[in-house]
């Protein structure tokens, strides 16, 4: 089965504008289907190895979000490392926590 074929399956009964959608989907000469999949980690640090950004928390490719988490990220993390005190732990934890 093609994925064009999976994608009028699947929108099939949705209503609304999904036919013509679907219909210039059939006619379009440029149309190019990929399939997107998504790793999620249950671990993004082990020891003081840290996955910042988009590779540790894994977002999905169609939210639009890996350099805002990255930011968001790299942000927590500096601010963890600035009261490093008690060890790296402490900072993966409390990356963890606000995370």
């Not at 089965?1 to 000469?29: N, R």
């Not at 927590?76 to 995370?99: D, H, N, P, R």
Request: hydrophobic share 45%; with cysteine; aromatic share 12%.
């Amino acid at each position: 089965m093609s994925i064009e074929q999976l994608i009028h399956d699947f929108f099939a009964d949705t209503g609304w504008e999904t036919p013509h959608v679907l219909a210039a989907m059939d006619k379009a000469e440029d149309f190019y289907p990929q399939l997107i999949e998504q790793v999620n980690f249950h671990i993004w640090c082990q020891g003081r190895v840290k996955l910042p950004g988009d590779a540790g928390y894994c977002p999905s490719p169609l939210a639009g979000m890996g350099t805002s988490i990255a930011i968001v990220g790299a942000y927590i993390l500096a601010g963890e490392i600035a009261t490093y005190v008690k060890g790296y732990e402490a900072v993966v934890q409390g990356c963890k926590k606000l995370m």
